[in-house]
Structure formats: C-alpha cells, structure tokens
C-alpha cells in the first residue's frame, strides 16, 4: 500500500513539530505544507511554502494536520472536509461550540477522519492511568484533580488559559474518567494586561458524580503538569510532564498514635512509582491518527469529543462571567 500523502497548514511553534513527527511516521510522507506567515523555523527542507489551504489541497493531499491559530481552525477544516480530506485538528477544534459543530458535522457528512490534537491524550502517564482505572484497580472513583501552571507562553496571543491549557485538563479528565461533565463552576483573573484571563480555578462535576478541580494559570514560575485521582483504594498520580505514574495506596496497619487513631479516615499505606516505555505523546498521536485513516485504529480524540469539551471551555468562562455554576 502506497503511503499516505500528507499536508501541514502552520509552522509556527506546534507546526514545526508535526512537520518532523509526520516525516517520521511510517505509512506517511509529508509532500505539501502552507503559512502564509512563511517558515521562520525552517521546517520546509525540500518543500515549496504554499501560502494557504487551497494550494494544500491542490497539491494533492490524502490526510491534513491543522496547527493554524484557534480563530482560523472552521475555515481551514470546512476546506479540507470539503475536499475529502482526512484531518486532525490542534485543539481546540474552533474558536466557539458552534463553529465546533458545524467542523464535526462537515466531517461526519463526508464519511471523513476527523480528529482533535489533544496530545495529553497520548501521554504514557495518562494511558496508564487510564487502564489502571477501567482495571477497578481504585475502585470507585471520588474525585479528579488536575494542576496545570507555568509562565506566559509568547506563542499565545489569541485565546485565554481556559480555551489554550484549561482544555487539556477537560479532555484528559473526561477520557480517563470515562464520563463527560454536567456542571461546572469557575472563577477567572487578569493580571497581564492581556484582554483574555491568564488564571482559572473552576470545579465540577462529571455525569458519573466524581467531582473535579482544574487550577490553571500562566503566571506561576513553577511549571506544573499534575493529574490526581482518589478514590476508595487510594490516589493515582500523574506527572505527565515528567511522564511519570505514582499509586499511593491506603494503609491497612493501624496506628498507636492516640491523636492521629482519633480521625477515622484512611491511613497511608504503600507507595508505587510504576516504570513506563516513554514514547513521545505527539509521535504516538501521529500513528494513531494513520491507523484511523487506514481503517486499522480508533484511538483518536472524535471531533464530538472536541465539541464537547469547547463546551464545557465555554460553560467555564459563563460562569466566570456570571459568578454561578452553569450545567453543561
């Protein structure tokens, strides 16, 4: 089988890694790329600059990845999906729910692969997690927490923390939960002179009854990618930064000490830090985008999924407007 012939609109901070992901993915070779804006990273090689998503398509492309910024994702995708090209979109899926779903439709209509690029998705971290969980290895599970900080990223000039890094949080809860959200409740702060909220703190609750809390921000100097999730056998934690998956287990040895025996909670018990294959997140997304096209593979984020999680991104930043939690 001829290998897939495949095109990248953006080269800008994202971009650049598709290009060399997608040239390193067997089964897919990278024959047209487009940015109006040029090739400041020098991603191109051989490869003419084409100066948008018509001459893309023109080039005779079989599948598409889409790393443009927020505001431009519904028009280059309605192109492509109008086009029968299969695609993956860097997330979010659009700038608003509505547009999100028109994306979705237009791909669904032409019997198309469409994707999110939600590489959190493809941590090690997170799939392990994932399996552990469906494995009933926590038991029930009460609550999810996720923490995720750092300094101002200068490539952001489009959306706020919510719809850039809040989204990650989202998608990566629901998926390893298994559930989507029915409400959520967020507060909002500007404090760098930006017109979009550079901090969110938000909690809510999945259609299942665990309860979430998300903090976000770009103004902390400690750069923070954490997932944690209690439940009845203890807490699972997930550095997916680091890569890295820790189980702290709830103690069975009772304790002497007067003052601590007086809590009836759990104890602490046995801690493990689990050894994972660490593959690169976004090579991992490139193949299992492939293996969708070919019809060989289905663990891609659906372009449903995209659409509701820009909803709850949008329920978040309601709330923080409304000072009230708002059900999605």
Same mark, same amino acid.
């Given at each position: 089988m001829a290998n897939l012939r495949a095109g990248l609109i953006g080269l800008g901070s994202m971009g650049r890694h598709h290009a060399r992901v997608i040239r390193e993915t067997e089964g897919m070779d990278l024959v047209a790329i487009a940015d109006p804006a040029g090739d400041k990273f020098g991603v191109a090689k051989d490869l003419e600059v084409l100066p948008d998503v018509d001459a893309l398509i023109a080039a005779g492309i079989d599948t598409a990845m889409v790393a443009v910024p927020t505001v431009y994702h519904e028009e280059v995708a309605l192109k492509l999906a109008a086009a029968g090209v299969h695609t993956m979109i860097e997330k979010p899926i659009a700038a608003d729910v509505e547009g999100g779903r028109r994306?979705? %439709?237009?791909? #669904?209509?032409?019997?198309l692969v469409g994707a999110v690029g939600y590489v959190e998705r493809c941590n090690p971290a997170i799939l392990e997690l994932r399996r552990r969980l469906a494995a009933g290895e926590l038991g029930q599970v009460y609550q999810i927490l996720t923490r995720r900080q750092g300094p101002f990223p200068a490539r952001i000039s489009d959306? $706020?923390?919510?719809? @850039?890094? =809040? !989204?990650?949080? /989202? @998608?990566?809860?629901?998926?390893? *939960?298994?559930?989507?959200?029915r409400s959520v409740y967020a507060r909002v702060t500007h404090r760098s002179g930006r017109e979009h909220e550079d901090m969110v703190v938000a909690t809510g609750e999945? =259609?299942?009854? #665990? /309860?979430?809390?998300?903090?976000?921000?770009? +103004?902390?100097?400690?750069? %923070? &990618?954490? !997932?944690?999730v209690t439940g009845e056998r203890g807490a699972f934690v997930a550095d997916t930064m680091n890569i890295d998956l820790t189980f702290y287990a709830n103690g069975t040895i009772p304790t002497e000490w007067e003052r601590v025996a007086a809590f009836r909670g759990v104890t602490e018990g046995d801690?493990? &830090?689990? *050894?994972? *294959?660490?593959?690169?997140?976004? &090579?991992?997304?490139?193949?299992?985008? &492939? @293996?969708?096209? +070919?019809?060989? $593979?289905? @663990? /891609?984020? !659906?372009? =449903?999924?995209?659409?509701?999680?820009?909803?709850?991104?949008? =329920?978040? +930043?309601?709330? *923080?407007g409304e000072g009230a939690a708002v059900t999605v």
């Open positions: 994306v979705a %439709e237009a791909f #669904t209509e032409a019997g959306v $706020g923390v919510v719809k @850039d890094l =809040a !989204t990650h949080d /989202i @998608d990566l809860t629901s998926f390893v *939960a298994g559930s989507p959200y999945l =259609a299942n009854g #665990t /309860i979430v809390n998300h903090v976000v921000n770009w +103004l902390s100097p400690m750069k %923070e &990618r954490l !997932t944690v801690v493990v &830090r689990y *050894a994972l *294959a660490k593959r690169e997140p976004l &090579r991992v997304e490139q193949e299992n985008f &492939r @293996d969708a096209v +070919l019809g060989t $593979g289905h @663990d /891609i984020v !659906t372009m =449903a999924e995209g659409v509701h999680t820009l909803t709850v991104v949008e =329920a978040m +930043l309601a709330s *923080a």
